[in-house]
């Protein structure tokens, strides 16, 4: 496997926990809509993360099926705060606290951040998400994800 294809804080995060993944290799892509046009994988398998920050310098990061729609005031709650204290992640907090960039956001307690899965998330077998970068793929079974990530699972989309 190529080490540079990844952050290398995901790739010691996963390295450290005997994690079984591959990495793919593509061209940038931000948006879900832009992996789904440009990316050989199953769009229904894809999972979008979103970081956000948290009182007191504290970092999470919310996972789900990439097609869904986030809902902030369950994500809130998943995390035990208030909507109000929930704020998106910039890219410079992204760089400094989670060494990721925007459209490669990784669902892993980078820099202890706090985790959140949506539960349709544990129902699918294998899964592509960020590697911190945005110009690479995480292929990782979902099973195996949520032994590495130890994230809490929570019903978290709009509905």
Do not use: W
């Not at 832009?34 to 999972?47: H, I, Q």
């Not at 809130?76 to 907090?93: H, I």
């Not at 959140?116 to 994800?145: H, P, Q, W």
């Amino acid at each position: 496997m190529n080490e540079d294809l990844m952050s290398p804080a995901i790739l010691s995060f996963l390295t450290l926990r005997d994690a079984v993944f591959k990495v793919h290799e593509h061209g940038p892509v931000i948006s879900f809509r832009e992996a789904k046009l440009s990316l050989s994988f199953d769009p229904d398998a894809m999972v979008k993360s979103l970081a956000f920050r948290l009182p007191g310098d504290r970092h999470a990061i919310a996972a789900m099926r990439a097609a869904e729609r986030a809902d902030y005031k369950k994500i809130a709650d998943a995390l035990g705060v208030r909507r109000a204290d929930l704020q998106m992640a910039t890219d410079e907090e992204l760089a400094q606290f989670l060494s990721m960039v925007s459209g490669g956001v990784a669902p892993l307690p980078i820099n202890n951040a706090q985790v959140v899965i949506d539960s349709g998330v544990a129902e699918m077998e294998t899964i592509y998400c960020g590697t911190g970068r945005n110009d690479s793929t995480l292929e990782i079974r979902s099973t195996e994800l949520l032994r590495v990530s130890c994230g809490s699972l929570s019903d978290i989309i709009k509905r």
